[in-house]
């Protein structure tokens, strides 16, 4: 069964097995290593980054999945050694701001820290270049997101993450001429690559690949002409360090970002105005190391010989060159497929809108969903057609609305089979009812049950008013947000979207623990976050988890347990 959600510890186990993996392809990224610098050092400089955020966050007392994130993001920070590093030191920064206040997180909310991760990482970076690790942790962000949105599981939306990566990887060459002329793949995109492949394996129960096989292939696909051709252009200096303001003021983040394109090329700022770490290349790393010193204190100063370094690498890449060129590797292999589960004697046909909540009530394994809701009542025909084609001898119909659940009893007195109608209001309430089926009861025996979970939790949906209406004798105007209880009742209306939402929620009878916000039409992963984060602030002790419905009309969906 894949793995449906994680905690700190199991985020410090999945980034252990990431650096493993890292370590173990060192010489394969190393020897991929043309762009910007033919400096052979993209794999070391990824290692010893990633191995810096590993030894703070085994050093964390507190395992909790925001004080893991936020030990790897300051450690990659403190540790990060080259462009490679510290870009993927900015990656670990946006995650981890994607998972702060979780204790847990899914599948949505490692996608939406992905993207966190994504943003940060190119906003740290003055001119960014498609074809490298930016162009990596994007697309890869974004098959996490479109994953999650089908399948919550980590285990889905990570082998989707991997999968992405490892064909935007082999796509690098196709964006940037200088990988093209050498015949090799992005260093950098290839070491977030071999991150994910880590934990996937983890994750599956696997470890990564030993070292040995991946050195044997150290300088295979480089081309020497291309390198000594490039070589001719001059590289400078690589000028890094840790800036921190003096005093009790702020850095300018964006002024000394600007000042060092000025003087220099590869610029990346990443931090914030209480610490940035800062990478330049230039020919005058005495100029670079002067700024620095005009506007803050600096430490864990780095200066290196790019040229001396690229004819280094040169000269044993020359010596080692093979004809195999080495390529993204693929992950985990599929595992076999499970035997059918036999036919239950009783089956569940659900009603529902949106392509999220579907996916749910099928992980739920109901027998068969039939799309519809709000504005788009199934027929009582197709209620019927539904009920029949499932093979069990006797049928639960959840209408997951209260239109359609006169249509779902007359669908019951037509048939030949026994069918019992829980009348759930929403989804969320099918959700609740489904917890509460005992399949060793006939379905008479599972309706009390069942119908009394669904009542049990709290629900509320968030919509826009499309015309002026009096809603329990309010008035609310067209375009105001309105929050609507489980039989239409007004909850809370307003022109601040958030705020009626807070206020939505603040209706809701103290005392519960969960809190799940579906998001649908009209929201997207980021905005449903950030609710989620501010519904959080507003409650405390509550959990609050985001789940993708894709529910039409509906922007959320939200329940209270």
Do not use: W
């Not at 991929?32 to 085994?58: F, H, I, Q, R």
Request: glycine share 10%; charged share 20%; hydrophobic share 45%.
């Amino acid at each position: 069964m894949a793995r449906a959600s994680c905690d700190g510890e199991g985020l410090l186990g999945a980034f252990r097995a990431a650096v493993a993996n890292m370590e173990a392809h060192v010489d394969e990224i190393n020897a991929l290593n043309v762009y910007p610098v033919p400096d052979g050092d993209t794999g070391s400089n990824m290692y010893a980054t990633v191995k810096a955020a590993l030894d703070e966050a085994e050093a964390a007392t507190d395992r909790s999945t925001e004080r893991i994130a936020a030990a790897i993001s300051f450690g990659a920070l403190m540790g990060a050694r080259g462009n490679s590093g510290v870009i993927t030191s900015q990656i670990f920064r946006g995650m981890a701001e994607g998972l702060g206040g979780k204790s847990r997180f899914n599948g949505l909310d490692l996608a939406h820290a992905l993207s966190l991760g994504a943003k940060t990482a190119y906003g740290a970076v003055a001119k960014p270049v498609e074809g490298t690790i930016l162009t990596v942790i994007r697309e890869s962000a974004d098959a996490a997101v479109q994953a999650a949105e089908r399948d919550n599981d980590i285990e889905t939306v990570l082998a989707a993450t991997v999968a992405a990566a490892e064909k935007s990887v082999a796509r690098t060459p196709s964006l940037l001429a200088i990988l093209r002329e050498a015949g090799v793949v992005d260093s950098g995109g290839q070491g977030i690559y071999r991150l994910f492949q880590g934990a996937l394996l983890h994750l599956v129960g696997r470890s990564p690949a030993g070292a040995a096989r991946e050195r044997s292939h150290a300088g295979a696909g480089v081309k020497p002409s291309t390198l000594v051709a490039h070589a001719d252009e001059g590289f400078g200096y690589e000028t890094m360090f840790l800036l921190q303001p003096n005093g009790s003021g702020g850095l300018d983040v964006d002024a000394i970002r600007d000042h060092l394109e000025s003087i220099g090329e590869s610029v990346l700022v990443a931090g914030d105005r209480r610490a940035l770490k800062v990478h330049v290349h230039n020919e005058r790393p005495d100029l670079v190391i002067g700024y620095g010193l005009s506007v803050g204190a600096l430490s864990r100063i780095s200066i290196e010989n790019l040229d001396n370094q690229a004819r280094d690498i040169r000269e044993t890449r020359a010596t080692a060159f093979t004809s195999e060129a080495p390529t993204a590797a693929s992950a985990a292999p599929e595992s076999a497929a499970s035997p059918a589960p036999a036919t239950p004697a009783l089956g569940v046909v659900a009603v529902v809108a949106g392509d999220g909540l579907a996916a749910i009530f099928r992980d739920f394994g109901v027998a068969a969903v039939v799309q519809g809701g709000q504005s788009a009542n199934p027929s009582t025909g197709e209620l019927l057609e539904a009920i029949g084609a499932v093979d069990a001898s006797e049928i639960i119909v959840l209408p997951n609305n209260p239109n359609v659940v006169l249509a779902a009893r007359q669908v019951a007195s037509m048939t030949d089979r026994p069918v019992t109608v829980v009348p759930t209001r929403n989804a969320a309430e099918g959700f609740a009812a489904l917890l509460a089926l005992d399949p060793s009861l006939d379905a008479a025996a599972n309706a009390g049950s069942m119908g009394e979970a669904a009542r049990a939790i709290q629900t509320l949906a968030v919509t826009e008013a499309v015309r002026d209406a009096t809603i329990g004798g309010r008035k609310v105007k067209r375009g105001q947000t309105i929050a609507l209880g489980p039989d239409d009742g007004l909850l809370a209306a307003g022109n601040d979207r958030e705020k009626t939402v807070l206020d939505g929620v603040a209706a809701f009878d103290a005392g519960f623990e969960l809190l799940t916000l579906f998001y649908g039409d009209g929201a997207d992963l980021a905005e449903a976050e950030a609710m989620a984060r501010r519904i959080g602030a507003a409650s405390s002790g509550v959990e609050v988890e985001v789940r993708h419905g894709g529910q039409p009309f509906y922007r959320y969906l939200i329940s209270a347990e």
